[in-house]
């Protein structure tokens, strides 16, 4: 509804104005009326109406005189003037404040409520304008927030510095991402969430709520500074001047204090935050991004903290190929093979030992070790030609154990639990595998068991050699060829004497058998009654 404020200082002419308009029909609401110009300019301000008809001529302000102190205080209603043909000049003045509607004395119904429908349709599309206007905005600001984000995803995900043959200079960045990039010291900043639930609602909860914090209190130390959520923390690059390098720290400090507010809060979650290498140069931003991400593995050996910094971390490089040697990975796709677990765990075990042994090694080498052993179990899956969707399943699962894993002993205990899953999955696939011939041959049977059929056509038709497929068979049904099909069709006589009226004859032919009295012989003897007695029986 559009709010109107009616002024004149004749009661009759208020009330008659109030009265000749059906006022919600036309999409209006009278909320004020006034007596003087005084009073009409407090209802104004105070109800900030839509539309104000006035008279021209009114004690305290005239007409003219409200529309100029409306104007001047900010407000900018419609304003329909009311006058008498001698203060029609009153009229014409209004026209330079902008006022389009003015009707004679005496007032006319149709003419009133013809400028009232004129300014609703002009309220409408000066509404609809403005949301298109709004609307273009938000594309507008919503774009350069999707090209900032394009900009740090394209060095988190693909990890890659700029093309020389596109975007060479600050400025050039600046302009393509919509960035403040300003010559300084550059550096990621990775806060890590590791969480004890699965419950994503909650763990989305507390990723936002870190979210929030992490911008009220770096990015006021910051010439520029982005971020974005990732799977299990948030990634913010930040660009500050050398000379605030003390600020930026007091910044990283009151985020810890805030950051401890919100695990205490919620004792299920861990909140690390690891600083990546500073660099003097965008160019090598990937590199503060990706050690970033190494620096809050880190948190594995560094007890008790929940700030790592990558350049105070000096741990020693470990050679992973001396330790999971190729006799070593031969081992373990053989311990696969024949299912020896304790051998298998025993082979880890001892990888992480020799790790153990390396003084002040580096943390990143265990992590190596998992995913070298899922690509050795991968490429075992893919010799086997072993169906590698449940085996990947099982591979993503864990990646989210080892992803919140915030011990040594954890990522020990999640390799060893990894392994030991992935290896009851190959175990099931391959005995799934190695029954497929049978299950083949079975569903051919069943299918086909009323025509004339025979050990060298099913071995065809599986193509597998027909004294391969009758040793195999009787291996895992435990009868013969020729047994299993003598009581698939059997199977079958037995549903047509139960729930048809079919003749022996019939049942016969549509089983296999061209001979009723060998099919009745054959009957008696596998089930023990003949087919006449059996229909009696149970039909």
């Known amino acids: 509804m559009l709010k109107v404020v009616i002024a004149d200082d004749e009661r009759r002419v208020c009330n008659l104005i109030l009265n000749i308009v059906t006022w919600t029909e036309l999409g209006y609401h009278v909320v004020a009326t006034a007596h003087n110009g005084i009073e009409a300019y407090e209802m104004i301000c105070e109800h900030k109406p839509d539309v104000v008809i006035t008279d021209a001529r009114m004690p305290g302000y005239d007409g003219i005189e409200l529309i100029k102190r409306v104007r001047e205080s900010g407000l900018n209603p419609e304003f329909i003037i009311i006058s008498g043909y001698r203060y029609f000049e009153y009229a014409y003045n209004a026209l330079q404040y902008g006022v389009e509607h003015y009707i004679l004395k005496p007032i006319n119904k149709s003419e009133l409520c013809e400028a009232l429908e004129k300014i609703k349709k002009s309220k409408v599309a000066e509404d609809e304008k403005l949301g298109k206007d709004l609307s273009i905005l938000n594309q507008m600001i919503a774009n350069k927030e999707i090209m900032r984000r394009h900009f740090i995803s394209n060095f988190i995900f ?48 507390v990723l936002e709520m870190v979210s929030s914090e992490i911008e009220a209190c770096l990015k006021g130390c910051c010439q520029e500074y982005i971020s974005t959520i990732a799977k299990s923390g948030v990634i913010s690059i930040v660009n500050y001047p050398k000379d605030d390098e003390e600020k ?134 893919s010799d086997a030609g072993i169906d590698p969707a449940p085996y990947e399943e099982i591979q993503l699962r864990y990646a989210g154990y080892l992803e919140n894993a915030f011990e040594e002993k954890m990522v020990e205990e999640t390799l060893h639990n990894f392994v030991q899953s992935a290896s009851a999955c190959i175990s099931s696939e391959k005995e799934f595998q190695d029954t497929k011939p049978i299950r083949l041959a079975k569903q051919y049977i069943e299918e086909h068991y009323a025509e004339e059929i025979s050990l060298e056509i099913v071995s065809r038709e599986i193509h597998l050699s027909s004294a391969y497929l009758s040793t195999i068979f009787r291996k895992e049904t435990g009868l013969n060829f020729s047994e299993y099909l003598i009581n698939c069709r059997i199977e079958a006589a037995k549903v047509l004497l139960k729930k048809t009226n079919k003749s022996m004859n019939e049942i016969s032919e549509s089983i296999g058998y061209s001979d009723v009295k060998y099919f009745s012989k054959l009957f008696n003897k596998v089930v023990g009654l003949k087919p006449s007695e059996y229909r009696k029986l149970y039909s």
């Open 248 to 381: 930026f720290k007091a910044g990283i400090k009151k985020l810890q204090d805030k950051l401890k507010i919100i695990s205490d809060k919620f004792n299920y979650f861990r909140i690390y935050i690891a600083l990546g290498s500073k660099e003097t140069e965008l160019r090598n931003l990937s590199s503060c991004i990706s050690t970033a991400l190494e620096a809050v593995k880190y948190r594995i050996v560094s007890k008790d903290k929940d700030i790592i910094e990558y350049d105070n971390c000096k741990y020693r490089d470990v050679n992973l190929q001396q330790i999971f040697t190729p006799e070593r990975k031969q081992q373990l796709k053989v311990y696969l093979e024949t299912d020896e677990k304790e051998k298998y765990r025993k082979l880890i075990d001892t990888c992480i030992k020799e790790i153990h042994r390396e003084k002040n090694y580096n943390p990143i080498v265990l992590y190596a070790l998992y995913d070298t052993i899922g690509q050795t179990l991968l490429q075992y899956v």
């Open 158 to 205: 693909d990890g890659s510095s700029f093309k020389t043959s596109s975007i060479v200079t600050l400025e050039k960045i600046n302009a393509e991402y919509h960035m403040n990039f300003k010559e300084g010291i550059y550096q990621a900043v990775f806060v890590k969430i590791d969480s004890t639930i699965q419950e994503h609602n909650k763990n989305k909860t």
